[in-house]
Each structure stands twice: as C-alpha cells, then as structure tokens.
C-alpha cells in the first residue's frame, strides 16, 4: 500500500471500524482484494516471526536443563521467563493477523456475491460466480491452514508457562533434574507446531499468487 495511506490505515484498524476502512480504501483505489492480499501477507510474517520466536524460547529451556549445578540458574530463568512472554505476544500477533485476514475475506465475498445480480451478460455473471468460487475454496483451504497452526500455539505456550512458574519458586539443580524430562515433549510440540505454521504460511503464498494472477 502506498505510504500516504500508512497513518489512515492504522487509525481505523486501530479503532475496529472496519466497514468505514473499507468504504475509505474504496474511495483512494484500494479494494477489498488489495486489502485481502496485504492482510494475508502480514499473516504468513507474523507466522514466520512466531516460528523463530518458539524456536527461540525452546532453546532457552534447552539451555536451562543443560545448566549443571546453580551457576547462572536465576539469569536463565530470566531468560526463559522473557521468551515466555515474547512467545505470548507473537501468538497473539498471529491470532490477530488472522482475525483480520477473516474480517475483510468475509466483507470481499459478501460484497462479490451482491455484484453477480447486477450483471447483464449471463457468461460474464457465470464467469465471475467461477472465480467467486475458486476464491472461497481457496480461502477456506488457507484458513483452516492458519487456524490449525494456531491452535497448536496454547499447548505450547503453556507448557514454558508451567516451566517458569516452577523455576520461579524452586532455583535449584533438583528442580532442574525435575524439568529434563520435559523437555522431549516439548521439543515435539514446538516441532508440530513449527511445521504447521510452515504448511499455512505456504498456503498463504499460493492464495496470494492465484490474487495476482486474477487481477
């Protein structure tokens, strides 16, 4: 989007009147489609961000059942305690970005579905109820996508919750011997969910580029 428009766009996603965004958008040349695409780009960014932040906060924890005896045990706790909430908000980013991805795909097909009556050519009217089509199944393929990653986010989340509250209450190397058995399980929580993100933010570069090839 054109960086004029940077300021206007903030304030009314800020302020969650979407419907008014639209019609504003509208007026300067940027529709519906143009929105749908940008949004579903900063969805796979925020999910590749989300990637490397889990990625982040699992070596943390690596690093803190690693830690023999209680030398440096409190800084990585530290450590660990910040990853966790990093981790909070890159999965609340993701959530968001998705939200927003659903809000205006669901105000561009109801507005597309309204324009097919007002066509006058029956296989112009048909064409563009092809392509109506095609979107939707595409969209549904790439939300369910993002939907699935992102349920895999609150197991994972709070099982390092549940690793920074013990160590907060128990610094000690018995503690520590206590959270290595963990972390198996959360290595392959992290890994499930790494991949399924991987597999939306795929989708969402084949949503975008059948859009380009569209318009």
Same mark, same amino acid.
């Given at each position: 989007?054109?960086?004029?428009?940077?300021?206007?766009?903030?304030?009314?996603?800020?302020?969650?009147? !979407?419907?008014?965004?639209?019609?504003?958008?509208?007026? @300067?040349?940027?529709?519906?489609?143009?929105?749908?695409?940008? /949004?579903?780009?900063?969805?796979?960014?925020?999910? %590749?961000?989300? %990637?490397? =932040? *889990?990625?982040?906060?699992?070596?943390?924890?690596?690093?803190?059942?690693?830690?023999?005896?209680?030398?440096?045990?409190?800084? /990585? +706790?530290? $450590?660990?305690?910040?990853?966790? $909430?990093?981790?909070?908000? #890159?999965?609340?980013?993701?959530?968001?970005?998705?939200?927003?991805?659903?809000?205006?795909?669901?105000?561009?097909?109801?507005?597309?579905?309204?324009?097919?009556?007002? +066509?006058?050519?029956?296989?112009?009217? #048909?064409?563009?109820?092809?392509?109506? #089509?095609?979107?939707?199944?595409?969209?549904?393929?790439?939300?369910?996508?993002?939907?699935?990653?992102?349920?895999?986010?609150?197991?994972?989340?709070?099982?390092?919750?549940?690793?920074?509250? *013990?160590?907060?209450?128990?610094?000690?190397?018995?503690?520590?011997?206590?959270?290595?058995?963990?972390?198996?399980?959360?290595?392959?929580? @992290?890994?499930?969910?790494?991949?399924?993100? %991987?597999?939306?933010?795929?989708?969402?570069?084949?949503?975008? !580029?059948?859009?380009?090839? =569209?318009?």
């Amino acid at each position: 989007m054109r960086a004029p428009l940077l300021a206007l766009l903030a304030l009314f996603s800020l302020s969650g009147c !979407q419907s008014a965004y639209y019609a504003t958008m509208e007026k @300067v040349g940027i529709h519906k489609r143009d929105i749908l695409a940008d /949004r579903v780009e900063a969805a796979g960014e925020a999910q %590749q961000d989300a %990637q490397k =932040q *889990f990625k982040d906060a699992l070596e943390h924890f690596r690093a803190v059942v690693k830690v023999e005896g209680s030398e440096d045990l409190e800084k /990585r +706790y530290d $450590e660990l305690s910040s990853q966790y $909430e990093d981790s909070e908000k #890159a999965a609340k980013e993701v959530s968001d970005r998705i939200d927003a991805v659903q809000d205006v795909a669901e105000a561009l097909f109801e507005e597309w579905q309204g324009e097919l009556d007002q +066509y006058s050519s029956p296989s112009l009217r #048909a064409a563009s109820a092809h392509t109506l #089509a095609d979107t939707k199944r595409r969209y549904q393929s790439l939300l369910k996508a993002m939907r699935k990653a992102e349920a895999k986010m609150p197991p994972v989340l709070a099982k390092f919750h549940d690793q920074v509250l *013990f160590l907060k209450h128990n610094l000690n190397a018995r503690a520590i011997g206590s959270l290595k058995g963990e972390l198996g399980s959360i290595e392959k929580q @992290v890994d499930s969910l790494i991949k399924e993100m %991987q597999r939306a933010v795929n989708e969402s570069e084949r949503f975008i !580029q059948n859009l380009n090839q =569209q318009g």
